[in-house]
């Protein structure tokens, strides 16, 4: 079956950085737009970036991070990943991996991974 197993959230400072990891089975990663969301405490989820289908390596980014955050893809090792710097506080969120045919649709989800940025 589909799964997206997101690992490397966690507590961090102001300032600081982490790298979150999806790792992906049961479909053809390869063949989907991959994107990372986030869902703060009452607020809706928004899309934080995306990476095309392929290797191209066209990416998109949410403005409120754009220069800090970084998306990427390892299709032989079925993996997203999110390079996160600079952290801000409005960064604490739990950000879940998505994979979908095209850019804004979504076909499968991952459970999220919580990041707290704090001081």
């Known amino acids: 079956q589909v799964q997206l197993v997101e690992s490397g959230g966690g507590l961090v400072q102001p300032g600081g950085s982490l790298r979150l990891s999806c790792a992906a089975s049961?479909?053809?990663?390869?063949?989907?737009?991959m994107t990372w969301y986030r869902q703060a405490p009452g607020k809706e989820r928004e899309l934080v970036a995306g990476?095309?289908?392929?290797?191209?390596?066209?990416?998109n980014y949410a403005d409120s991070v754009k220069g800090r955050f970084t998306i990427s893809r390892d299709n032989a090792k079925n993996t997203l990943y999110l390079q996160m710097n600079s952290l801000k506080l409005e960064d604490t969120a739990v950000y879940y991996c998505?994979?979908?045919?095209?850019?804004?649709?979504?076909?499968?989800w991952g459970q999220g991974t919580q990041v707290t940025v704090s001081s």
């Open positions: 990476i095309i289908a392929g290797g191209g390596g066209r990416t």
């Open positions: 998505a994979a979908g045919l095209s850019w804004y649709l979504v076909n499968y």
């Open positions: 049961g479909f053809t990663f390869s063949h989907y737009v």
